[in-house]
């Protein structure tokens, strides 16, 4: 059974209500949807963290801050999220609910209402955003997009991509880049802004003890932005064919090599066989229980570590791993081996049985924390699916290891990407 409930607003805007008894906390999460495109990643990246900086009846971040600390120690979050090639300005927002309180209440109300003013009413100047604000955020922006190549595994996993979907938009990285930054200002941003409010899909989610009329009626009356007729979520093309197997080495101050392979699956989150692929998925390379794990790592001791993971939106699967410059073509060969063995049929029950239970508890783990289960409903209806936990669950819990080997057949190497010290 689905226990999140969709309700139209008005062309474009919907709310998402999950009424649940479990959680201590109202939460309430906005997403706005745009496709990712190189013109646009950078300005929809630093959009949000401008928006956090002030708003009508509350100026500053000091101002922000005491508003939320006088709702009982409330909290915020703000971002970008990639999900395929949609890039999704997302806010957060958690306030306790009304019952743990002593006072009249209405807590859901207020939170829902500074959520509205946070990101439509943003503080002005002169009628454009404040050119301070958008200068410190540009200048925090710039830092995490340099900070990138800081985590060497993360920077080896997002250089696969990119060399593996050079031509799609795909490859556009989810924080923008330093050259489009440089050309932003509070009055393009602010038009910018501008056209995104008015163009822009938007999902509201609600969540805990909560009456859906009652979210509704409340969330209609402060959400009633004027948007264009035609709005359209994002899509994000699958590609199926590979030409030629791509070979990217680079070079960087590194004290371990990053070996990331990047694979097409061919599958989409709408197809029956994308639930045969997350289990295919776990036997490679999903834990202690894998075969990369137990081959190339345990038993060979080629790699620090190394696992496999799936981009479901794009229908990527990424091997990742680290290890010894000069263990490059065993771990590689080694690799390739154990993704053969599943394609030949070379399952042990242990492994098949493992991954069924490892993906299961990590369903069920979702659904003690609300943001997770948002965010896993907000995955669902960007995928164009329409799976419960229980559904997803039960959807795994029937793939065979017939089903496994068959889908195996589909899969196949797009890019070795190789990072490695400098010579």
Same mark, same amino acid.
């Given at each position: 059974m689905n226990i999140v409930k969709k309700l139209n607003l008005k062309e474009g805007i919907n709310l998402y209500c999950i009424p649940l008894e479990k959680f201590k906390t109202y939460t309430v999460s906005i997403f706005i949807h745009r496709q990712l495109t190189k013109e646009n990643a950078t300005r929809n990246a630093l959009l949000p963290y401008v928006l956090r900086r002030g708003c009508k009846g509350f100026p500053n971040s000091q101002a922000i801050a005491e508003y939320l600390e006088n709702l009982y120690g409330s909290a915020f979050d703000c971002g970008i999220n990639k999900k395929g090639e949609s890039q999704i300005l997302y806010f957060s927002f958690e306030v306790i609910d009304d019952q743990y309180i002593s006072n009249d209440g209405g807590l859901l109300k207020k939170i829902l209402e500074f959520a509205q003013t946070l990101v439509f009413n943003p503080i002005t100047e002169g009628g454009v955003f404040k050119k301070e604000y958008v200068e410190q955020e540009k200048e925090k922006l710039r830092d995490l997009? !340099?900070?990138?190549?800081?985590?060497?595994?993360?920077?080896?996993?997002?250089?696969?991509?990119?060399?593996?979907?050079?031509? #799609?938009r795909f490859s556009i990285y989810e924080l923008g880049n330093i050259e489009d930054?440089?050309?932003? %200002? #509070?009055?393009?941003?602010?038009?910018?802004?501008?056209?995104?409010?008015? &163009?822009?899909? $938007?999902?509201?989610? $609600?969540?805990?003890?909560?009456?859906?009329?009652?979210?509704?009626?409340?969330?209609?009356?402060?959400f009633d932005i004027n948007l264009e007729q035609k709005l359209e979520y994002p899509s994000t093309e699958i590609v199926s064919?590979?030409? &030629?197997? !791509?070979?990217?080495?680079? #070079?960087?101050?590194?004290?371990?090599?990053?070996?990331?392979?990047?694979?097409r699956t061919k599958v989409s989150p709408r197809d029956r066989d994308y639930y &045969?692929?997350?289990?295919?998925?776990?036997?490679?390379?999903?834990g202690p229980h894998s075969k990369l794990f137990n081959n190339v790592r345990e038993k060979l001791s080629l790699a620090y570590y190394v696992f496999s993971r799936l981009e479901k939106f794009k229908g990527l699967m990424l091997v990742s791993?680290?290890?010894? $410059?000069?263990?490059?073509? !065993?771990?590689? %060969? #080694?690799?390739?081996?154990?993704v053969d063995e599943i394609?030949?049929?070379?399952?042990?029950d242990y492994e098949y049985e493992s991954t069924i239970n490892s993906s299961i508890n990590s369903i069920r783990s979702l659904t003690d924390n609300a943001f997770h289960m948002t965010d896993y409903y907000l995955s669902q209806f960007v995928g164009g699916t329409n799976d419960s936990f229980e559904d997803l669950i039960q959807k795994i819990s029937l793939v065979t290891k017939e089903d496994v080997i068959s889908v195996a057949q589909k899969i196949e190497l797009d890019t070795?990407?190789?990072?490695?010290?400098k010579a």
């Open positions: 997009i !340099k900070g990138l190549i800081n985590n060497k595994m993360v920077y080896a996993v997002e250089r696969c991509y990119q060399e593996m979907c050079k031509d #799609e930054l440089e050309l932003i %200002d #509070e009055r393009n941003l602010y038009e910018y802004y501008t056209s995104v409010i008015r &163009s822009s899909p $938007v999902d509201i989610f $609600v969540t805990g003890r909560i009456n859906e009329e009652e979210v509704y009626n409340l969330v209609k009356s402060l064919q590979v030409k &030629s197997v !791509k070979k990217i080495d680079e #070079e960087l101050e590194v004290a371990q090599g990053k070996l990331s392979l990047g694979f &045969s692929l997350i289990v295919y998925s776990g036997i490679l390379g999903g791993s680290g290890i010894e $410059v000069q263990n490059y073509q !065993k771990a590689l %060969d #080694e690799i390739l081996k154990q394609k030949n049929g070379n399952i042990t070795i990407y190789f990072l490695k010290n």
